[in-house]
């Protein structure tokens, strides 16, 4: 079946750190990838997405390659802010599945002045 | 663009009665809506795709009968939760995908039910 991993929080770092939240997946097609970003006591955004093998995906500073060879979609941004405090979510969603998306577990950051 | 809206924000009710939740496409179409359900600090569970104009799909555990949805039109689609438990309160989340694409999802603000 289709599932996604991530590495679990919650991650705390310093302004100005470098930021890397590991998501793997496992899937049956050819799945569209995301990262959905969860601002406290709001809604989901996308923050990016890749469509295809080797595809990057990039967005206020964050960046994610879809590696098919490693089935991984890792987030990283080079420089963390404190308005980056949130919970991270990796999905992915396969065309066949009618758009469905299917969520890992989702990622606390907090990043400290 | 691409704005989805739910209301209510937050409800609370007492155990045994219904809850009516609405998701609603501000400024565009939406044949397909989603619904989810997240506990505290965990993530989204998709419970239902609701396509307008016809049945809902559950997935697999969700009780068909307990979670109404309803997609009357275009813009909105409505999930009603019936003899409510406290075992239901939870965090509900809708999304919207506009047409011609199966990839872009929509999210709501979302809405906090409490069952007392």
């Known amino acids: 079946g289709n599932s996604v991993t991530q590495m679990e929080g919650p991650v705390t770092l310093s302004e100005e750190a470098f930021l890397t939240i590991n998501c793997t997946y496992t899937?049956?097609?050819?799945?569209?990838l995301f990262w959905y970003v969860q601002y406290p006591g709001e809604g989901l955004q996308l923050l990016l997405k890749?469509?295809?093998?080797?595809d990057k995906g990039s967005n206020k500073g964050f960046e994610a390659t879809y590696r098919k060879e490693t089935t991984s979609f890792h987030l990283e941004k080079g420089s963390v802010q404190v308005s980056d405090s949130a919970v991270y979510f990796c999905a992915l969603s396969v065309g066949n599945q009618g758009g469905k998306l299917i969520f890992g577990q989702g990622t606390e950051l907090s990043v400290k002045p | 663009g691409a704005v989805v809206s739910q209301h209510p924000s937050r409800v609370i009710c007492k155990s045994g009665t219904s809850v009516k939740i609405e998701c609603r496409s501000l400024d565009f179409q939406a044949t397909t809506m989603f619904w989810y359900r997240q506990f505290p600090k965990q993530s989204l569970m998709l419970m239902a795709t609701s396509n307008e104009g016809s049945k809902a799909t559950y997935e697999q555990g969700v009780e068909k009968d307990k979670f109404l949805i309803n997609h009357a039109s275009l813009t909105l689609s409505t999930l009603t939760v019936t003899s409510a438990h406290p075992e239901d309160s939870s965090f509900y989340i809708c999304s919207a995908t506009p047409p011609g694409t199966m990839v872009e999802q929509y999210f709501g603000p979302g809405t906090r039910l409490t069952v007392t």
């Open positions: 899937a049956t097609g050819y799945p569209s």
């Open positions: 890749a469509t295809k093998a080797d």
